[in-house]
């Protein structure tokens, strides 16, 4: 499948994620359609250019209208999507998502799947603490990286199509993980700190904290302004890796305490030296 | 103590935060010494105009010539400092400091203190990843909060001084607290953080994570890249401080863990939900 500018794109659930890839492949000349069951999210969408066309319900005319179908949704209302919709779907259509996770979703998707359309999963490494439409922004891309997450069951074709969705949507790094590499990954880099930042901000109730405070504890809790729906459920669906990431944290951060209640100073700097020397794999 | 243009600075250490004061002070017109031990920051400050004069020996003229002195010193050089050198201090000098710990270092600098000269301590809430007055840059006290420390031997005027010193340089801030109330919250707001983000590097050695990452990680783990022998002392001098609130922060973190793992959902939306609450007081 190449990128023909007349191809047409629909997204399903035109949230932050869904909204900033209208943005941007509209501007790409894409035929850009999208569904949403919020009025106000296709209205604004409408409004501001930012689609062609939108729905708030499925409209089988649009959903067989489209090439490619890109999932904006929750994991399980996605999979409950697939399993309502799918016959409405054009032959030959290319299905991708912006899910995060991928284990508990991506087999089970592929395994209900008609076999004339194909599902190559992918998770663009983008967001804010803002929520919709309304927020959407394609800059955020690049600076992200973009992860394919292909199974067995994937054509090459569709692995290097969705390469090349993640170029196009101008992100600045394009990976290419298994599910289980990719739900190990993100339990630790995303949903664990995530749980730190939810987990700090419950260690106190001192409002007046905002007038002492230096950066470090406003960086290390930006992110616990937080869709508590969403993300309660992209942890259940990954509970094994996080739990693992969390455990794995609490040992590293207990043998710290350890060493601070020991008074082990050279025990103390070594572990910074080691976190110095490895945060800066990590520079810009 | 009136702020006059005439009155003549002397800092103790021309490092980040010993640069900064004097490119912001020696803007404003005062007169700006320096004495630091390395000769390539006395170099650099008189090259780039940070600075009227720089000494790399503790010069007594310098010192007695000063009508404030700001000490950016690590805390241990500190005291050692006043004990060797106090003798030099103009009669009725101001003293104050930039050191991120309290309790440990006022009451014993007050203690061995000539009565003829006052400390009143301070610490600007402000820093960077980088060291040296190389680095230093008076702009980071923009946004940053100020903090007045002082004790019951403090006058009155000392306090208000004090005050006007964090305004002058531009601070968005001025908050006043006791020795006692500073390092708990600087326990919190700052070690315990520096603590989380060294632990998280600690976890992992793989370094292709950079590919895969988003901003979250690289939020939580900025404060990473640390001076271990300034950090480790600051620690070691708020140690009971700090495992508190280490403590504290494992046992939150660890019900949190525990929810997931009993798959109580409804329990950690709950904290998610208090923890988008309260960062929201946190905004800039």
Same mark, same amino acid.
């Given at each position: ?13 035109? @949230?932050?994620?869904? @909204?900033?890839?209208? %943005?941007?492949?509209?501007? =790409? @000349? ?25 729905? *708030? ?17 929750? &994991? ?49 490494m ?15 891309? %690049? ?6 997450? &292909?199974?067995?069951?994937? *054509? &090459? ?28 990954m993100i339990g630790f880099v995303s949903q664990l700190t ?5 987990? =700090? ?7 007046? =904290? ?31 890796? =996080?739990?693992?990431q ?29 976190? *110095? ?5 990590f520079?810009?």
């Open positions: 499948m190449k990128w023909i500018s007349e191809e047409s794109i629909l997204i399903v659930g035109l @949230g932050l994620l869904g @909204g900033s890839y209208a %943005r941007a492949l509209k501007r =790409l @000349g894409f035929h850009v359609a999208a569904i949403d069951i919020d009025a106000d999210s296709i209205a604004f969408a409408q409004e501001n250019d930012i689609i062609d066309e939108g729905y *708030t319900t499925v409209e089988p005319a649009a959903v067989s209208a489209a090439d490619v179908v890109i999932f904006g949704l929750y &994991p399980t209302v996605f999979k409950q999507w697939i399993e309502s919709y799918q016959q409405h779907f054009k032959p030959g259509a290319m299905i991708t998502d912006v899910t995060g996770v991928k284990s508990c979703v991506v087999y089970d998707i592929q395994a209900i799947l008609r076999d004339d359309v194909e599902f190559i999963a992918a998770h663009p983008a967001g804010k603490e803002t929520f919709g439409v309304q927020n959407s922004d394609e800059r955020m891309f %690049r600076d992200a990286n973009y992860i394919v997450v &292909p199974t067995e069951k994937n *054509t &090459p074709e569709a692995i290097e199509w969705c390469r090349s969705l993640g170029m196009i949507l101008g992100f600045n790094h394009i990976a290419v993980l298994s599910p289980e590499e990719h739900d190990q995530h749980v730190i930042a939810v987990s =700090l901000m419950g260690c106190s109730d001192n409002r007046d =904290l905002v007038n002492y405070t230096g950066d470090s504890f406003r960086d290390l809790t930006r992110i616990a302004r937080i869709n508590d729906k969403m993300w309660s459920e992209l942890f259940m669906m990954n509970r094994e890796q =996080l739990l693992a969390m455990d794995r944290f609490m040992e590293v951060f207990g043998s710290f305490r350890n060493m601070l209640a020991a008074g082990d100073v050279e025990g103390m700097r070594a572990a910074m030296r080691l976190s *110095t020397e490895r945060r800066a794999w520079d810009k």
